[in-house]
């Protein structure tokens, strides 16, 4: 099995990492052309997780998308969703038959408010039946740092998503599976928008104990909108099968809400604060998924109705110009 990885991020560096020390040998994909050179003279990422060593006879590094998805079975996609797009679209539209992909996006493309497997679909006819997703609750750093770990690889064919897994498993990093492929992804969508709300929250000092209560009902929220969209679609025995205080749920929103490593959090915190979105996305550096994918879930929600206030305050908050304190007090009161 060859893996090919798309995206030079801390995500996709933990990730090579894991593979790489499981012995696999990987095409892996980075846009600029200095980072390549770094990684093939200083055997590490130069802007992420510094502490991840790779030997670098086992990596094949190219900043040409269509050379590394040609010399590969399995891609690893684990890029920003806001730029997934425009690197996928230098492909050719059928450069993707025959392979499979594992999505490591923890967002929505903002484009058309599609997951990633949609536009797939849509742009390349890329099968569902082919399609995988590795969700948390995993931070890169504790990767990379060898700290005891969680991922959940999702597949609608769940036995070939625990066959993909083990490739990933390690004495750090254990692998759990399920089926619900569009659940996980919106499910890490909405915990983003939830962790950048606790950061918010940070920020306007509120204590451990609101913060306690604003995560439980966000979790309420999640599976209310969760049911709406999509797991209506589920038979009754999928349904039952879906445990939401499972780790690629409730862990992934507890870990990305309370977490120093969460961005999103970071972000929040920073609008706490009283600085501007601009202001914050300047300070941060990285992409809090969060931002974005507050809109695009308020969009997403006027089909299904969902009861989903704190999230539609936290959109709010980032897009319509409501003051962080306003918006908290508009929160305090619904929490029960």
Same mark, same amino acid.
């Given at each position: ?36 050179? &770094?990684?093939? &003279? ?50 050719? @539209? ?27 679909? $849509? !742009?390349?006819?890329?099968?569902? $039946? ?7 609750? +995993? ?6 740092? !060898? ?15 625990? $066959? /993909?897994?083990?490739?990933? @498993? &390690?004495?750090?990093?254990?692998? #759990?599976?399920?089926?619900? #492929?569009?659940? #996980? ?19 306007? $000092? ?22 709406? /969209? ?6 009754? !025995? ?11 749920? /409730?862990?992934?929103?507890? #870990?990305? +809400? ?36 507050? @809109? +695009? ?7 299904? @109705? ?31």
């Amino acid at each position: 099995m060859q893996f090919g990885m798309i995206g030079s991020g801390s995500w996709a560096t933990a990730l090579a990492k894991l593979l790489t020390d499981n012995g696999n040998n990987i095409n892996w994909w980075i846009r600029n052309n200095d980072t390549i050179k &770094t990684i093939k &003279t200083r055997r590490h990422n130069p802007h992420y997780l510094h502490a991840a060593y790779f030997n670098v006879s086992q990596l094949s590094l190219s900043n040409n998308i269509a050379e590394t998805v040609a010399n590969s079975d399995v891609l690893v996609i684990a890029t920003p969703s806001a730029y997934i797009e425009d690197a996928l679209k230098q492909l050719d @539209k059928n450069a993707l038959k025959g392979k499979k992909i594992i999505s490591a996006i923890k967002g929505i493309l903002p484009a058309k408010n599609q997951l990633l497997n949609d536009f797939l679909q $849509e !742009e390349f006819g890329f099968g569902i $039946e082919n399609y995988y997703t590795v969700l948390g609750p +995993c931070h890169a750093e504790e990767v990379a740092s !060898e700290k005891l770990s969680y991922l959940t690889f999702s597949g609608k064919d769940e036995a070939a998503a625990k $066959e /993909l897994a083990q490739y990933f @498993k &390690t004495d750090y990093l254990n692998v #759990v599976t399920n089926h619900d #492929v569009e659940g #996980v992804q919106f499910a890490a969508i909405l915990k983003n928008i939830y962790a950048l709300g606790a950061g918010i929250a940070h920020g306007l $000092e509120y204590g451990d104990n609101f913060l306690s209560v604003y995560i439980t009902n966000a979790a309420d929220e999640m599976v209310r909108f969760l049911k709406l /969209l999509v797991w209506n679609n589920e038979t009754e !025995e999928e349904q039952k099968n879906i445990n939401y205080s499972s780790s690629v749920y /409730l862990g992934d929103l507890l #870990v990305t +809400c309370y977490s120093l490593y969460s961005r999103n959090r970071t972000f929040g915190n920073m609008i706490g604060k009283g600085y501007s979105v601009k202001a914050a996305q300047l300070e941060l550096n990285m992409v809090a998924e969060g931002y974005n994918a507050s @809109k +695009c879930i308020d969009i997403k929600n006027e089909m299904v @109705k969902a009861n989903i206030p704190i999230a539609h305050t936290i959109y709010e908050i980032l897009w319509k110009g409501m003051s962080a304190s306003e918006g908290f007090k508009r929160i305090e009161s619904l929490l029960i």
